[in-house]
């Protein structure tokens, strides 16, 4: 092999290009692999701790969620469990805390009572909890701001002892130092290395960052966020696709108001999921309320610049104004998007998103919440202009030719061990490499009974 080459060259160090990273010096016969980072460590963008919502979403309270995407989801979730058992990162990483979802009302109470006789069968742990038990684990569901209790029906559907929240970014570290322990493959990591082109000569691939350092490679991933789609553009893939940034923002408290994460029934014309509020571990269990839902003309939240990539990625046509036109002619998405803008602006802001997280916490009062400053990422949201509609959730381009694109706006935390191991099973067959599918299985998806 030319000594200078790479077996696969990773665009990105979120948590999806850092678990392809573990899982190909882990499980593969790999030799030689890289990762390039554009900033100066690991997952400062939608993987940072303050970016989302921290949760491991295994299908069990996520109401827009089918029978048939839980059963998906769940497996994906549990390698992310297995791996931190498997390392002892719980209590360190990883978080077990009480969860559920929410219905308030009786259409809303009967859907969750369905749900729960439906979903038990996959989730034999899930519970169904009426107002007095709701009251004993979570009281501030039930108590108004009068201090009486709530005159609503209410039930919720959860879980007390289940790994529910972890913190992505120190997971997305986890990936890379561990890769690197296995000193058969060489895996070098480059920080602060922005790729800037990529083109394939003959069968290499050729990866310049913005210094021109030329990196060589055999294969190609692109998990850059809400990036990949714009290096896809650079080089004429996925020219049918253009993408929406829905920026997320948070309001927080600064005490735990909340025991565990409660989530809420999903309007299913809503591409995201309904507020919920979330101990958050980066702030001692304080409760963060989100996210919040906002189209911002760029694709890195706090960080500069980035207002280019986003026009050139949206790819403004008639296919884009007539999705965009869909969609607002529908008056709940329309009201959505008008109401997600009013909780940015200031004060009034705060009034609006006060009401909703009331929708939880009846006595939640304006001294108890503010703005989370800093908070928030960007899910890159796709819209698929052959069909005219916006893509819910994950996409993936695999030109079949050596190079793949990730796109991941959400779960994409929680997936990002069964996407790298969809994209491992590709690169092995690309490059005639042997993945251990046996020892990944065996570590990362048989069930773990301890959980149960
Ligand atoms: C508000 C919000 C709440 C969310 N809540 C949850 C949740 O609770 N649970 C969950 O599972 N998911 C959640 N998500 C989704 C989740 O955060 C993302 O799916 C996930 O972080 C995506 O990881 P990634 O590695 O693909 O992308 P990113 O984390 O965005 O990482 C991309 C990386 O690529 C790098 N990069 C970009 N361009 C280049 C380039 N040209 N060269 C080199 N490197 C480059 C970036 O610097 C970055 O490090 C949430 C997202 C948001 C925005």
């Known amino acids: 092999m030319n000594d200078d080459v790479y077996e696969v060259v990773i665009v990105g160090g979120g ?55 839980a059963k998906k989801v769940k497996r994906t979730a549990k390698m992310v469990e297995k791996y931190c058992l498997q390392y002892g990162y719980e209590d360190e990483i990883m978080f077990k805390h009480q969860k559920m979802a929410i219905g308030i009302g009786y259409s809303e109470c009967r859907f969750i ?162 507020l919920h509020g979330d101990p958050d571990v980066t702030l001692d269990g304080a409760t963060r309320f989100g996210p919040t839902a906002l189209v911002l003309p760029k694709l890195e939240r706090f960080k500069s610049g980035t207002y280019m990539d986003f026009f050139k990625t949206l790819k403004l046509d008639g296919n884009v104004f007539k999705i965009f036109y869909d969609l607002l002619k529908d008056s709940d998405i329309r009201n959505y998007i008008l109401r997600n803008f009013l909780f940015e602006v200031p004060y009034l802001g705060k009034r609006a998103f006060l009401k909703d997280a009331q929708k939880i916490i009846p006595s939640l009062t304006m001294n108890d919440i503010e703005y989370a400053k800093g908070f928030g990422g960007v899910r890159g949201q796709i819209l698929d202009k052959e069909n005219q509609k916006l893509m819910l959730g994950e996409a993936s381009i695999n030109t079949g030719e050596g190079i793949i694109f990730n796109m991941t706006p959400s779960p994409g935390a929680t997936s990002c061990l069964g996407n790298a191991v969809r994209d491992v099973q590709l690169i092995c067959d690309y490059l005639g490499k042997n993945f251990d599918e046996e020892r990944f299985n065996k570590d990362l998806t048989e069930e773990d009974a301890t959980n149960e």
């Open 113 to 274: 009572t369905n749900r729960y006789k439906e979903f038990k069968s996959l989730y034999p742990y899930l519970e169904l909890y009426d107002k007095a038990t709701l009251e004993e684990i979570e009281p501030n569901l039930i108590v108004d701001e009068q201090g009486n209790g709530r005159d609503e029906e209410i039930v919720g559907m959860g879980a007390k002892n289940q790994y529910t929240t972890v913190n992505f970014k120190a997971l997305s570290e986890t990936f890379l130092k561990n890769a690197k322990k296995n000193e058969q493959v060489q895996a070098d990591i480059f920080f602060n290395s922005p790729v800037d082109k990529i083109e394939k000569i003959e069968d290499i691939f050729h990866v310049y960052t913005k210094d021109k350092k030329l990196y060589k490679s055999k294969m190609v991933v692109v998990d850059a966020g809400a990036h990949s789609l714009f290096l896809a553009h650079k080089m004429g893939y996925g020219l049918h696709y253009g993408q929406l940034p829905m920026a997320g923002s948070f309001y927080k408290t600064d005490r735990a108001i909340l025991k565990g994460k409660v989530y809420m029934v999903q309007n299913p014309k809503l591409p995201f999921a309904a």
């Open 15 to 69: 948590i999806s290009g850092s678990a392809l990273f573990y899982e190909l010096s882990h499980y593969t016969d790999m030799s030689k692999i890289a990762l390039l980072e554009k900033y100066e460590e690991a997952a400062t963008l939608n993987s940072n701790a303050r970016a989302n919502s921290q949760t491991i979403h295994c299908g069990d309270i996520e109401t827009n969620y089918t029978l048939e995407k």
